[in-house]
């Protein structure tokens, strides 16, 4: 009885958790259940959902990724001072990505080669990827994009704006790599007993570098998709992003300890974030509570983390 209590709780426990806060906030504020607020809260919840994604294929190694914040203001400023140079969509999308996979893949080789703990590596390449994001833009943002660009943050495609869709088609992505591919299995293998997968055959330094590229990747499209919709790109940009990434990962059921979770949990904790952001906005909740809230929420997630355990 007490395994399958369990079960659902792992299963269900989140996504019933997400249905009740919208309820409350529906019957609080009556403004929240509006069409408009609900695709507000999915185009602001789709820049830390994107990054999110990636997120969860470092968690799920047993690992962790200070830097996305970071690596989302460099690969910003960078990404804007290529439309500023004339460069086509096509390419700025693809130079942006390049960037971040790149910056994410030192951060695996470092971790994997160098044999150091993920969090000092990637709290140093925090300070590295801010750094030089301030020095490339002399700390002044990059403003002022065609609209061809623009279109990426502010546009519709059947009038669904376009970073809801990018947001779903990374879900969708991340789902199928975690189902059908090599890269998707032993990802999860490596989380769940390293030693045994090393043992096995599996290149373990191989696919925990590629957990850490395929996060900058996501870091770096939520830079595409947030640059073009502020319309600048800024090197303060992405500030305290990490809270609530890491939080939508382990509040999405994603284990800290690796080898359990799923990018569909990702999902709904990243939702239940932003519902929370914007309902105590909506009912005129201090930014400092907000900060005590997702605080207390993330300890609890992890929390039930443990109970869960055999």
Known sequence: MKRWMNRALGQYGIFLGFLGLVFVLSALEPDFRTTHNLTNILR????IGIMAVGMTFVILTAGIDLSVGSILALTGVVCASLEHEG??????VAGTLL????????????TTKGKVTPFVVTLGMMSIARGLA??????QPISGFGPSFRFIGSGEIFNVPVPICI???SILAAAAIFRYTTLGRYTYAIGGNEEAARLSGIRVDCYKTSAYAICGLTSALAAIVLTSRLNAGESIAGMGYELDVIASVVIGGTSLMGGRGSVWGTLIGALLIGTINNGMNHLLISSYYQLV????????AVLLDRLREP
């Open 99 to 110: 960037l971040g996979a790149c910056i994410g893949a030192i951060n695996g080789v470092v």
């Open 167 to 169: 947001f779903a088609f």
């Open 87 to 92: 460069w086509p969509v096509v390419g700025i």
């Open 44 to 47: 602001q919840t789709s820049v």
């Open 293 to 300: 809230v997702k605080g207390t929420i993330i300890v609890a």
């Open 134 to 139: 301030h020095i490339y833009t002399g700390g």
